[in-house]
């Protein structure tokens, strides 16, 4: 599994999932959902979980329509969404819940296959903050969980060689995206970093700037092109023409 970002030792864990958190809300459980049409699925993720002393989920549902009841009622912190379920599928479900009214949206875990990966433009563009192949190991699954609960964002190596696979079928575009034009020189040399899928502390050393100075950074850089998290920035950054597969 490719991290795109680590947590640094200094960071606390799950503070960034929920900004307007205090510290001791930023203590608690990761609270989990999980939503597939299959209950094996549901069954098995969840028990793997709720084994685990710092995750608890908090509820289930077999497909989107129901999820985003499920995340009204229990105000979840990551929701692993399958694709593929009757009545509202995993996209759909995933744009309504990241477009739901308040501070607080859970991040979201897309569950897919090697035959689904047709949907991951879609689904970065909905908000997801990244993908988990559902034969992944157990301690694949719990990292996935824990890393989203932090704020950070993740592929799997599959996901990432057909986003490479893809952009490098692609024209280059002539010209870079005018909604790029909000960023500073500096922006921009982070921004290029953050899409070879350097950490912060990569970048830094690369940049001769501090850690500290990169986040301040990557967050304006969030802020100015209104993204969600490091893994819209790497696709924004393709697409806007910053960086091309190569690179």
Same mark, same amino acid.
């Given at each position: 599994?490719?991290?795109?970002?680590?947590?640094?030792? /200094?960071?606390?864990?799950?503070?960034?999932?929920?900004?307007?958190?205090?510290?001791?809300?930023?203590?608690?459980?990761?609270?989990?959902?999980?939503?597939?049409?299959?209950?094996?699925?549901?069954?098995?993720?969840?028990?793997?979980?709720?084994?685990?002393?710092?995750?608890?989920?908090?509820?289930?549902?077999?497909?989107?329509?129901?999820?985003?009841?499920?995340?009204?009622?229990?105000?979840?912190?990551?929701?692993?969404?399958?694709?593929?379920?009757?009545?509202?599928?995993?996209?759909?479900?995933?744009?309504?819940?990241?477009?739901?009214?308040?501070?607080?949206?859970?991040?979201?875990?897309?569950?897919?296959?090697?035959?689904?990966?047709?949907?991951?433009? /879609?689904?970065?563009?909905?908000?997801?903050?990244?993908?988990?192949?559902?034969?992944?190991?157990?301690?694949?699954?719990?990292?996935?969980?824990?890393?989203?609960?932090?704020?950070?964002?993740?592929?799997?190596? /599959?996901?990432?060689?057909?986003?490479?696979?893809?952009?490098?079928?692609?024209?280059?575009?002539?010209?870079?995206?005018?909604?790029?034009?909000?960023?500073?020189?500096?922006?921009?040399?982070?921004?290029?970093?953050?899409?070879?899928?350097?950490?912060?502390?990569?970048?830094?050393?690369?940049?001769?700037? /501090?850690?500290?100075?990169?986040?301040?950074?990557?967050?304006?850089?969030?802020?100015?092109?209104?993204?969600?998290?490091?893994?819209?920035?790497?696709?924004?950054?393709?697409?806007?023409?910053?960086?091309?597969?190569?690179?």
């Amino acid at each position: 599994m490719t991290i795109i970002e680590s947590m640094s030792s /200094s960071e606390t864990p799950y503070s960034s999932a929920h900004p307007d958190s205090d510290s001791s809300a930023s203590q608690r459980p990761i609270r989990v959902c999980i939503v597939d049409d299959q209950a094996m699925v549901r069954q098995g993720f969840g028990a793997l979980l709720d084994a685990q002393s710092d995750v608890s989920v908090v509820g289930s549902a077999d497909d989107g329509a129901e999820a985003m009841a499920l995340v009204k009622r229990t105000d979840p912190d990551v929701v692993l969404m399958d694709i593929r379920m009757p009545r509202l599928n995993g996209l759909d479900a995933t744009r309504e819940i990241l477009a739901m009214p308040g501070e607080r949206r859970p991040r979201i875990i897309i569950l897919t296959t090697f035959d689904a990966d047709e949907y991951v433009f /879609s689904a970065l563009r909905a908000g997801a903050s990244g993908f988990l192949l559902k034969d992944a190991t157990a301690e694949d699954l719990v990292s996935a969980v824990r890393v989203v609960a932090t704020g950070e964002a993740l592929l799997s190596p /599959s996901i990432t060689r057909k986003l490479i696979e893809d952009y490098a079928t692609r024209p280059a575009p002539k010209k870079l995206s005018s909604t790029l034009n909000a960023l500073t020189d500096r922006e921009l040399d982070v921004m290029r970093q953050v899409a070879t899928g350097e950490t912060n502390a990569e970048i830094a050393s690369r940049l001769f700037l /501090s850690e500290q100075t990169v986040k301040t950074h990557v967050s304006r850089i969030l802020n100015k092109l209104g993204l969600r998290d490091r893994t819209q920035v790497v696709v924004e950054a393709y697409e806007s023409g910053l960086v091309s597969v190569g690179e």
